[in-house]
């Protein structure tokens, strides 16, 4: 009886073995999938930055130039095709930019000119 005794108690630390196994499975399951939400959460938030973040740049578009100079689209246009306004044409773009530096020296020229 003793043997059979042993047996049953091996048979019971057997289950008790898996059963911890199975447990410590599942919580690294969840570890895992923790893990995985942080990190996506992260890369959302390093992603909301980087387009709150405006990429600094000398060439600015048609609308900021109107806004720094408060002037419409069409006295840009009309700037640009008759007197001379300083404009970049990017290849393969069908909208014009304009170099912030350019700009600034064409108004300081103009106030020069002036009467």
């Not at 047996?7 to 570890?31: C, F, H, P, S, W």
């Not at 939400?37 to 990429?55: F, G, S, V």
């Not at 773009?93 to 600034?104: D, H």
């Amino acid at each position: 009886m003793k043997q059979i005794d042993k047996v049953n108690d091996i048979q019971k630390l057997i289950k008790r073995q898996k059963a911890y196994q199975k447990g410590i499975l599942v919580m690294t399951e969840k570890l895992f999938d923790i893990q995985n939400q942080i990190a996506t959460l992260t890369l959302k938030e390093l992603n909301k930055d980087r387009k709150k973040e405006k990429p600094s740049t000398d060439l600015l578009s048609a609308k900021d130039v109107c806004s720094m100079l408060e002037i419409s689209q069409s006295t840009l246009y009309r700037m640009r095709m008759y007197d001379g306004f300083p404009f970049v044409k990017i290849e393969g773009r069908k909208s014009v930019m304009f170099n912030k530096k350019e700009i600034e020296e064409y108004m300081a020229n103009l106030k020069k000119h002036k009467p």
